[in-house]
C-alpha cells in the first residue's frame, strides 16, 4: 500500500507541475565554438599557475629553481563533449606547455644562475563540469572533476656547468613534473567553480525589462544533458514590479524543442506573451480614459466608468512577431481572440458580452500600439553577457514558436569575467584534493 501511495503523490505532484514558458537547447554544433574559445581561457589559466621553488643538493652541488611559469599551451587533440550526468566534459590528449624559470647553481666558490626555457610534453587533461540549479533559480557550475598528468619534462641546460645541468636534469625535471602535476587541476576547479560562476551570474535570473514590469527567468530544474544536448527549463513569466510575488497560472502548451541542426534553440510558449500583457495590465499600462468622443456613445452608457481597468481581463490570445537582435527579443503583439467578465457578478458578465467586439477594436487600437512599442524595445533571452545570436530563424508551432540561431563571441570569455568576478576573491571555496598523476 506504501508503494501504491507514493507513486498516487508522484503522479499528483507531476500532474500540478508548473510547466516552463521558455526552453533552450544548445546542441553539439556549438561546441567547436565552445572549445575554441574555452581553449584560449584556459590557455590564459595556465600561465597563471604558481610553482613552488625547488631546491636540491647532489654531493656538492647545491641547486635551487624559481620564478616558473607557463609561457604557451599548444594542443595536439581535444574534444568537449556533452555527457549525462557531468554535464560537460574537456578531454586534452597530447599536449605541451612551454615553461621558463631561473636557475641557480653552486658548487663550492662557482656560482652559476640564468633565465631558461623549459617544455612540458605529453600533457593530458580531462575535466568535466557539472552544472545545476541553484537556490535562486541561477545556473551554476557545482563540481569540476579532474585528472591531470604530465608524462615527461625537457629543459635546455648551457652554460659553464652545461655538463653539471644534465647531470642533475633527471632530479630537477622529475621534480619540476611532479610539482606541475599538483597544480593544473587546483587552477582547472577555480577557473570553473569561481570564474566561469562569475560568467554565468551575467545571466537574467529576475530583472526589469522598464519601469512596469520584470521578467522572471529562473531555472525550473537543473540542465539535462544528453550526449547531443543540453536542456533547460525557464519558466520565462513576466510580473509587475509591483507585485514581484504575483504569477500568473500557466495554462498553455508547452514547447518543444526537437531540431538539432542549429547551435542553440529557444523556444516560447503562449504563456510567455499573455504574462507580458497582464503584467502590462496590472501594472497600469493598459488603463485608457474612455470619455469623450473616442468612445461610442453605447460604450459609454453602459460601462459608466472612467477607467478601463475597472473591468476584467484574461482571456486573450495573442499572435507575435519576433526579432533577435544579438540577444534581445523583439516582439510586436496582435490580439486574436478576447473576452471580458465582471468580478462582480455573472449577470454583470452576461451584460457585457456587446462589448467585446467593440473593447476589442479599442485594445487593437488604442493598446496594442503602446504595448507594442515598449516590447519592441526588447528583452533580452537568458544568454552569458559577451554571447550573441547570429543567423536566426523562426518557426511557428501550435501554442508556441522557436528560435533557432548560431552562436558569437562578441567578447572574449575572460574579457567579460574580468568585468563581472567578485572583488572578494575568498568567498571561493577551497579546491579539492589534486587527482594528479605522478
Not at 508522484?10 to 500540478?16: C, R, S, T
Request: proline share 4%; aromatic share 10%.
Amino acid at each position: 500500500m506504501a508503494l501504491y501511495g507514493a507513486l498516487f503523490l508522484a503522479l499528483l505532484v507531476g500532474a500540478h507541475a508548473e510547466l516552463p514558458g521558455c526552453k533552450i537547447r544548445v546542441t553539439s554544433k556549438a561546441l567547436e565554438l565552445v572549445k575554441q574559445e574555452g581553449l584560449r581561457f584556459l590557455e590564459q589559466e595556465l600561465e597563471t599557475i604558481t610553482i613552488p621553488d625547488l631546491r636540491g643538493k647532489e654531493g656538492h652541488f647545491y641547486y635551487n629553481i624559481s620564478e616558473v611559469k607557463v609561457t604557451e599551451l599548444q594542443l595536439t587533440s581535444s574534444e568537449l563533449d556533452f555527457q549525462p550526468q557531468q554535464e560537460l566534459m574537456l578531454q586534452i590528449t597530447n599536449a605541451s606547455l612551454g615553461l621558463q624559470f631561473r636557475r641557480q647553481l653552486l658548487y663550492w666558490f662557482f656560482y652559476d644562475g640564468g633565465y631558461i626555457n623549459a617544455s612540458a610534453e605529453g600533457v593530458s587533461i580531462r575535466t568535466g563540469l557539472e552544472l545545476s540549479r541553484d537556490s535562486a533559480g541561477r545556473m551554476k557550475v557545482s563540481n569540476v572533476s579532474c585528472q591531470a598528468s604530465v608524462s615527461r619534462m625537457h629543459a635546455a641546460f648551457g652554460g659553464t656547468f652545461k655538463k653539471v645541468y644534465e647531470f642533475l636534469s633527471t632530479f630537477i625535471t622529475s621534480g619540476m613534473r611532479f610539482l606541475l602535476n599538483q597544480q593544473i587541476c587546483p587552477v582547472l576547479y577555480h577557473a570553473g567553480t569561481v570564474l566561469l560562476n562569475s560568467l554565468l551570474d551575467t545571466i537574467p535570473v529576475r530583472s526589469s525589462v522598464d519601469d512596469l514590469v520584470g521578467i522572471d527567468y529562473s531555472l525550473m530544474k537543473d540542465p539535462v544533458a544528453s550526449t547531443s544536448n543540453l536542456d533547460m527549463d525557464f519558466r520565462g513569466a513576466f510580473f509587475p514590479l509591483t507585485e514581484k510575488n504575483w504569477s500568473l497560472p500557466n495554462r498553455a502548451v508547452e514547447p518543444q524543442l526537437q531540431e538539432e541542426e542549429r547551435m542553440v534553440y529557444v523556444s516560447f510558449s503562449e504563456f510567455f506573451f499573455d504574462s507580458a500583457m497582464e503584467s502590462y495590465f496590472r501594472a497600469g499600462a493598459l488603463q485608457l480614459s474612455l470619455v469623450g468622443d473616442k468612445v461610442p456613445h453605447d460604450l459609454d452608457m453602459l460601462l459608466r466608468a472612467s477607467y478601463f481597468g475597472s473591468i476584467v481581463l484574461m482571456d486573450a490570445r495573442l499572435s507575435a512577431k519576433m526579432a533577435l537582435r544579438g540577444k534581445a527579443l523583439r516582439t510586436q503583439l496582435d490580439l486574436r481572440r478576447f473576452r471580458i467578465y465582471s468580478n462582480q457578478s455573472a449577470l454583470e458578465s452576461l451584460a457585457l458580452i456587446p462589448l467585446q467586439a467593440p473593447l476589442k477594436t479599442l485594445l487593437q487600437i488604442g493598446v496594442m500600439p503602446m504595448l507594442n512599442e515598449r516590447t519592441w524595445r526588447g528583452v533580452q533571452i537568458p544568454l552569458p553577457e559577451g554571447i550573441n545570436f547570429v543567423r536566426e530563424v523562426v518557426t511557428n508551432h501550435a501554442g508556441f514558436l522557436t528560435i533557432g540561431a548560431d552562436l558569437h563571441f562578441a567578447k572574449g570569455l575572460r574579457e567579460v569575467i574580468e568585468k563581472n568576478r567578485s572583488v572578494d576573491v575568498k568567498a571561493s571555496t577551497a579546491p579539492p584534493p589534486s587527482t594528479a598523476a605522478v
